[in-house]
């Protein structure tokens, strides 16, 4: 048991910690071909896996790399992306109620 938490919140913490590595990794991969002129990852792939949980991982990647971090669209469209994650959360933790 992960952090005495129960099973369904276990299982969101794990995929919010693998969504945020692979977003992470994504951002990393797309600055390392942006200085190579290869094929680059779609801006909207970045945001996607953003909205499905990677924000954070995304975030660090903007830091670390310094990735899209004078491009002030995508700063917007990833901040949008955070607030669509936060709205999903939102969404499950309404039905976990009833």
Do not use: C, Y
Not at 7 to 21: D, E, H, I, K, N
Not at 33 to 49: F, K, N, P
Not at 54 to 68: N, Q
Request: net charge positive; glycine share 16%; aromatic share 12%.
């Amino acid at each position: 048991m992960i952090l005495n938490l129960p099973p369904g919140q276990q299982a969101l913490l794990l995929g919010l910690v693998a969504t945020s590595g692979w977003a992470f990794v994504l951002f990393g991969f797309d600055k390392w071909r942006a200085g190579r002129g290869g094929r680059r990852v779609a801006e909207a792939t970045l945001l996607w896996i953003s909205v499905l949980g990677g924000w954070p991982g995304g975030l660090l990647g903007l830091i670390v790399f310094r990735h899209k971090s004078a491009k002030a669209s995508f700063q917007l469209k990833f901040a949008a992306a955070f607030i669509g994650w936060a709205g999903l959360v939102a969404g499950l933790v309404m039905l976990a109620k009833g």
